[in-house]
């Protein structure tokens, strides 16, 4: 067994006792992560997504709405969300929104001093299908827990994306300020803007994010 593959592991049966048996949400680990390369951000992501896949294998029920065999990173790290499609509720000002992306060198960080409901959103403007998130920390910061809130329309009201059985979910989320953390949702979402509030974290909350899912067309 290699060391990513111990880690692995160690984190998923870490997260097993975690979570408790009753839960059964699917907590995948992709960490540790391979060393990006700027140049070329999306070879980070072409690694880690048959990781992601093997293992978080598909929803319980594909709804014909939200129909994605194979998701893929919707554009955090390669920039096709542009930064001002990124806002947060705060952050200190060396840690805006936009520097939320998953393996920046910078990372969102909130000013939770002031602002005890801390959240950042992620304007995709087309409705996606949305089927889950890959967050990382920044140095000793970290979210630990988290719910993810998303929008079908830029008009709809807000929905909490939930458990199999409609309550709305408590993501796991990361235990240190370097691996990646990824979630698939048990029922993927159709979302125009999705939003990750944090509802536990270490120290700050910081994220450094990806959204996974399918864009149409
Ligand atoms: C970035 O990712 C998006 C979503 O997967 C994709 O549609 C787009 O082609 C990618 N852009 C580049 C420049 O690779």
Redesign the pocket.
């Known amino acids: 067994m290699d060391e990513a593959a111990a880690l692995v592991l160690m984190l998923s049966v870490m997260a097993v006792l975690l979570v408790g048996v009753e839960s059964q949400q699917r907590v995948c680990y992709s960490g540790p992560p391979p060393e990006p390369d700027s140049d070329n951000p ?1 070879d980070w992501m072409k690694q880690v997504m048959p990781e992601i896949r093997k293992r978080c294998p598909g929803r319980r029920q594909p709804t014909p709405a939200a129909e994605c065999s194979s998701p ?4 955090m ?4 969300i542009r930064d001002d499609r990124i806002t947060a509720s705060s952050s200190y000002s060396c840690c805006p929104a936009s520097d939320g992306r998953l393996n920046n060198n910078n990372g969102w960080v909130a000013y939770t001093f002031e602002d005890a409901n801390p959240w950042i959103e992620v304007d995709l403007v087309e409705p996606t299908v949305v089927t889950g998130v890959t967050t990382q920390g920044l140095y000793g910061y970290y979210v630990t827990a988290y719910k993810v809130a998303y929008k079908k329309q830029p008009s709809s009201e807000r929905e909490h994306v939930t458990d199999g059985n409609g309550k709305v979910k408590v993501f796991v989320g990361n235990i240190d300020g370097n691996n990646p953390v990824t979630n698939l949702f048990d029922e993927s979402v159709a979302a125009t803007v999705v939003r990750i509030e944090p509802t536990d974290w270490q120290h700050e909350a910081s994220l450094r994010l990806e959204l996974l899912g399918c ?1 149409r067309g």
């Open positions: 999306d893929q990173p919707l554009g790290v390669n920039g096709t864009r």
